[in-house]
């Protein structure tokens, strides 16, 4: 590890420590010197200092009130104090105090050079800690979710609520909308970042595998149970468990579920003892509950205890202006991983994705367009590219959806017959996108360009074009609310 583009400040009220210092240190690291807090504060402020050495008394100053000071600060330095011999009882209070060590005077300078190193290679297995942590966030966090879509808003708004609660969700959707996903999101936003989540898949399993899945079982408990099991609700203690169909379930496994979530306690297959389990439960299902509570195939009481918060998945079909984000997503996602240059669609076969209804949802829409990434070898990927469904036109298209009806303060009117591609033009669509998100941000540009993901000139440009169209009474509208 190099060490000479480290920043280490020193901070001393006597010149002659400062300078020593400075010279035996400045052939390892990039030195700077402060006499006091305030010298030094500004360079914390300016500098992103590694490491920051200071000595205990400073004049008047405490050196514990400036390693305070540092370590409030967005990227706070590895703080060191320098403290006279025979004061290790303030040191060891500093390093309470969130300090990283500290070596008394008379200094040994190579000591210090040891513990300066040691605090450094610390600083940076932290930082890719926190990286490695980012880098979660942004696969299971929110951040994974794609969907700038108005549908989509009350999904995003509920997760952030519901997360850090322990309230039991339900999540409702058709196959293929992100119900796991948003499980996943739900778990890693829920503040315990260190609980496990585990899943049950439980239209996978028959009635007594099941019940011994979520409750484990006892040794000999039925034909089979030749060891004793922990059961999932107990793996799960602490953390969250996920119940994927839960409409699958039978009655009599609904009744110990109820139980379970209702008591938080369970007793495992061919045992008596109560176990206390700390479990927070996500569900999700495809299925329609309220009918099924009304032809009795899922117990109420279950229902209403799942039901605490629940979320709707829409359907893609009902949120097309999602359908460029997601397929711009898939493309990258799919073009690294067959270790491909950045293809792109042609705009025919962007139109047939915008057409099609999506029965399969987002998990449909992804595997198209890995289809169309391994079939495209050069160029734009075209509708020969993409999977036969989508190919010949005569099949489950429907009308244009993007995004017809009332949407924010405007009406949008739908274009385009059943069948005719021909009269979408990608411009016009585009112009609608600015237009919802200068609605969305209430005719603020800026806003509006972050949230299309384009420079705030673009939006300019784009603007301008709208004006052209004719388009710009709503945008003037837009301008004064
Ligand atoms: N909004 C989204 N953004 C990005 N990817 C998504 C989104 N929604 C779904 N996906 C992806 O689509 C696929 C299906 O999602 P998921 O498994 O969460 O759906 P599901 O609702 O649980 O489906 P099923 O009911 O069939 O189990 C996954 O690969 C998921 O990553
Ligand atoms: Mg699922």
Redesign the pocket.
Do not use: P, Q, W, Y
């Given at each position: 590890m190099d060490f000479f583009d480290k920043i280490v400040l020193i901070v001393d009220d006597e010149k002659h420590t400062r300078d020593g210092l400075r010279m035996s240190l400045e052939d390892e690291f990039d030195i700077y010197v402060a006499a006091n807090i305030r010298e030094a504060a500004e360079i914390l402020k300016s500098e992103s200092v590694d490491v920051m050495v200071t000595d205990l008394r400073l004049g008047g100053e405490s050196g514990m009130d400036l390693i305070e000071q540092a370590l409030s600060i967005p990227h706070p330095p590895v703080c060191l104090l320098m403290t006279a011999f025979g004061s290790e009882d303030i040191a060891v209070e500093a390093m309470k105090r969130g300090a990283y060590d500290y070596v008394s005077k008379p200094l040994n300078i190579d000591e210090l050079e040891i513990v300066i190193k040691r605090a450094i290679k610390t600083r940076s297995t932290e930082s890719e800690v926190e990286a490695l942590k980012a880098q979660v966030d942004k696969r299971f966090g929110l951040e994974?979710?794609?969907?700038n879509s108005l549908a989509?808003q009350p999904v995003f708004e509920t997760v952030r609520q519901v997360a850090p609660t322990r309230a039991t969700v339900l999540?409702e959707?058709?196959?293929?909308?992100?119900?796991?996903?948003?499980?996943?999101a739900i778990h890693n936003l829920s503040g315990r970042p260190r609980a496990k989540m585990v899943t049950v898949h439980c239209a996978a399993l028959s009635e007594q595998l099941l019940e011994s899945e979520l409750f484990g079982h006892e040794r000999g408990s039925f034909t089979g149970a030749t060891e004793r099991r922990i059961g999932r609700f107990e793996e799960a203690n602490g953390g969250t468990l996920f119940l994927?169909?839960i409409g699958e379930i039978d009655l009599s496994t609904q009744v110990k579920l109820l139980r379970a979530i209702g008591e938080r306690t369970i007793e495992r297959l061919g045992s008596n003892k109560t176990i206390k389990v700390d479990v927070r439960v996500v569900c999700?299902?495809?299925r329609n509950l309220v009918q099924m509570v009304k032809e009795g195939t899922f117990r109420d009481d279950l229902y209403f205890r799942l039901n605490v918060v629940s979320i709707t998945?829409p359907p893609l079909r009902d949120r097309k202006e999602?359908i460029v984000l997601?397929v711009d997503?898939?493309l990258r996602e799919f073009c690294d991983e067959n270790k491909k240059k950045r293809l792109e669609l042609t705009t025919e076969a962007m139109q047939r994705l915008l057409a099609y209804n999506w029965p399969?949802?987002?998990?449909e829409?992804?595997t198209a367009i890995e289809h169309g990434v391994v079939m495209c070898n050069a160029g734009k990927i075209g509708i020969r590219h993409l999977p036969p469904f989508l190919r010949d036109d005569s099949g489950a298209h429907e009308q244009l959806l993007l995004p017809s009806g009332q949407r924010g303060n405007f009406e949008i009117e739908s274009t385009g017959g059943s069948d005719d591609f021909t009269d979408l033009d990608l411009a016009r669509m585009e112009q609608r996108y600015i237009l919802i998100a200068l609605d969305r941000t209430k005719g603020n540009r800026t806003e509006a360009a972050k949230l299309l993901g384009i420079s705030r000139r673009t939006m300019q440009r784009k603007i301008k074009d709208l004006e052209e169209a004719g388009e710009l009474p709503i945008v003037e509208e837009l301008r004064k609310n």
């Open positions: 994974s979710i794609i969907g989509m999540i959707g058709e196959s293929g909308t992100g119900k796991e996903l948003i499980s996943k994927d169909e999700a299902t495809n998945m999602d997601l997503a898939f399969g949802n987002v998990r829409l992804r």
